[in-house]
C-alpha cells in the first residue's frame, strides 16, 4: 500500500522524463517492427515488377506498373501450385499422425500412472534436439531399400521428428490442466476408459488439439532439410525445396519470380499466424517454459 | 490456453499422477501402451540412425559401392578433425557463428522483449507482425535475403544509395567471406530475434509486479533493478532461449544451403553441411556417420553444460 502511495504523486520533474521514456518505447518499437517487415514489402514489391521492368536494373521503391503476372507465370507455367499441393499432402500425413501419436502419449504422460514418466518425457526432449543431418544418412539408406524415397508417406514418416517431441510436451501439459473428476464421473457412470477418453476427454481437449495441429503444421510446411534429402523429382517437390532449387537456376536473375514463389511459400504461414496468433505464442511458450 | 480459471488445476507433465488407486494396475499397463507409439517413432527415427551412425563411423562404407565396406578404427574420426579434408575449417566455422551469433540474438530478442513488456500502445500488433519472420521456413528467409542484398537490384542497396551511405553496391555473396558471413547473419537474426523475444517476454509477465513495486519504494533505478530482479528471474527463460539458439546455430543448414551454397569456396561450410554433403552428395557414409556422432555429442555437451551454468541457486 505504501508503494501506491508513493508512486501517486511523483514529482514534475520525474513524470515529464517517464512521459518521454514513454514516448521513445513507443518509437522505438514501431521502428523496430518496420525494419522487420520491410523485407517482405521489397519481396512484395519486386514479385508485382513485371520482367522488363526489373530487368532494367533500376530498383525502385513500387513497380510503376503492378502485374501479378509473375505468379500467374510461377503458379502455372512452372507448376509451383503441384509444389504447394506437395506441401499440404506432407504437412496433412504428418499432422495426422502426430495428433494420434501425441494425443496417445499426451494422455498417458499427464493421467496414467506409469513408471519412468520423467525418463520418457526426457528422451521426448533430447530427441526433438537429435541434429537433422544426422538423420539424413541413416534414413536415407533405410527408405531406399523399402521404397519409401522420393515418395510423400517417406518424407512425412522423417518430418515427425518436428512434431512428436513439441506435440507430446505440449498435450501432456495441456491435457493436465482438464480436472480428473470429469473423468472420473464418466467412469463411474459405466463408461470405459477409452470412452471416457472419447467422449469427454477429447471434446475439452480440442483447443489443445488445435494447437498441435497448427504447429504441427507449421514445423512440417517450414521443413527444408528433410525434402531436400529424401525427395528427388521435381514433381514432388515441396514448396521450400521447389522454390530454392528454381531461384538457383531458371529464376537465377529473375528475383521478380523468385519473390512470388517465396511469398506463395510463406502465404498459408501468414494465415495461420494472423488468424492464431495467440495460440501460437501460448504454445510456444507452454512448449518451451515447461 | 494458459486459463487462470481457479476451476482448472494446472498440472505440468512432472507431476504425479493422481488417484488411480485400485484401477492402478490396468493404468499402468494402458499407459505404457499409450505412451510406446511416440517412443517407437524417435527411437526409429533418431535412435536408429545413432546407432547406424555409430556403426558406420568406424567403418569405410560408400553408398554407391557397398562391397568396399570394411573396418577402418578411427579413420574417419582423424578425417572430422584434419585440416586438409576441409572439416577442420566446417568446425570452426560452425562454432565461431554459433559464439558471435547467438549473444547478438539473444541480446536483441531481450532489447525487444523488455519493450514489448512496456505499457505501450499497439504492442499487440507489434506482437503478432514480429512472429511473421520467424514463421515462415528458414530457407524463405534467407532467400528473402539474398533479394534484400542484391548489389544492383536489393533492397539494402536501395536504401544506402538513397540515404548516400557508403556500402551501396556491395556485393556480400561469393566473393567475400566475412560478408557471407554477415548475410547469413542477417537473414538468421531476422527469423530468430522475434522468437527469442516472445518467450523471453513471456518470462517477463511472470515477474511479479509487487517486486518492481518494491523496488521503486526502495529507490532502486532502472538499471539496478534490471540487474537484481529481471534478469535473475528472467533466468529460466533465458536458459530455454539459450539452449534453443545454440543448439540451431550450431546445426545450422537451411540458410548455408539457401544463401551461400557454403561459398565463397568453402568458407561458410558448417559441421550440418558437410554432414548432408558427406552423405548424399559424396555417399560416404562412414565419414558421414562421425560427423553425425560429433555433432550429437556436441548437442549432448551444449544441453548439459547450460543445465549445470544456469542452475539456480538454491
New interface residues.
Partial sequence: M???S??GKPRAGRGMTRRWR?RW??L???V??LI?????F??LS?SLEPTAE?SR?V?T?WPSHPTLGNYYTVLIRDSFSRSILSSFIVAAITTV?TL???A??G?????????G??L??G??I??G??????????????MGHIGLLNTYLGLS??D??YT??LT??LL???F?????EIEEAALVDGAS?LGAVWRVIVPLAA??LV?AAIFSF?LV?????FS??FLQTANRFTA??S??ML??TKYQVF?NL??AG?LL??LP??V???FA?R????????G??? | ???TST?????????P????GR??AS??R??????S???L??LA??????V??IW?SFHYFD?LNPTSHRFVGLENYRQVFSNQTGLGPAIEHTIGYTAVSVPIEVGLGLG?AL??N?P????GV????????W??????SA??????L?P????V??VLSLLHLPGAHTTWLNTSSLLSWVAILFADT?QV???AA??LL??LQ?IPR?LY??A??DGAGAWRTFWRITLPLLR??LL?VLV?RT?SAL?I??II??LT?SGPGTSTST??YV??N???VNGN?GL??A???V??AI??IV?AAYRLILRPKA
Fill in positions: 505504501t508503494g501506491i508513493a508512486l514513454h518505447a513507443v522505438a518499437l514501431a523496430i517492427t522487420f517487415l520491410v523485407p517482405f521489397w519481396v519486386q526489373f536494373n530498383p521503391l499422425i494420434v501419436v501425441g496417445l502419449a494422455y498417458a504422460l499427464s493421467r496414467l500412472p506409469i513408471r514418466r520423467g520418457v518425457l528422451f521426448v533430447l530427441a534436439f537429435f541434429p537433422l543431418t544426422a538423420m539424413m544418412g541413416p534414413l536415407f539408406d533405410v514418416i522423417a515427425l521428428i512428436v517431441p507430446t510436451w501432456a501439459s495441456l493436465g490442466q482438464i480436472p480428473m476408459r483447443p489443445a494447437t507449421l510446411w517450414n521443413d527444408f532439410a531436400l534429402a521450400p525445396l522454390i530454392v531461384s538457383q528475383y523468385t519473390d517465396v511459400t510463406a504461414i501468414f495461420l499466424v494472423l496468433q495460440r501460437i505464442v501460448s504454445g510456444l511458450t507452454t518451451a517454459l515447461r | 490456453m494458459t486459463s476451476a482448472i488445476r494446472r498440472v505440468t507433465p512432472s507431476t499422477p493422481r488417484r488411480w484401477r492402478s493404468g499402468k494402458l499407459g505404457y501402451v499409450l505412451v507409439p511416440a517412443v517413432v524417435l527415427i533418431t535412435g536408429f540412425p545413432l547406424y551412425n558406420n553408398l525487444i519493450l514489448l512496456r505501450i500502445r499497439g504492442r507489434a506482437r503478432s507482425l514480429l512472429l511473421l519472420p514463421a515462415v521456413p528458414t530457407v524463405i532467400t528473402v535475403w539474398k533479394t534484400m542484391d544492383q537490384t536489393g533492397g542497396d536501395y531476422w530475434v522475434p522468437f516472445i518467450i513471456a518470462g511472470g509487487e513495486e518494491a521503486t519504494v529460466p527463460a530455454v534453443f543448439l546445426m543448414f537451411d544451403y539457401a551454397g559441421l550440418a554432414d548432408w558427406s552423405f548424399l557414409f558421414g556417420g560427423i553425425s556422432v555433432m550429437v548437442a549432448l544441453a
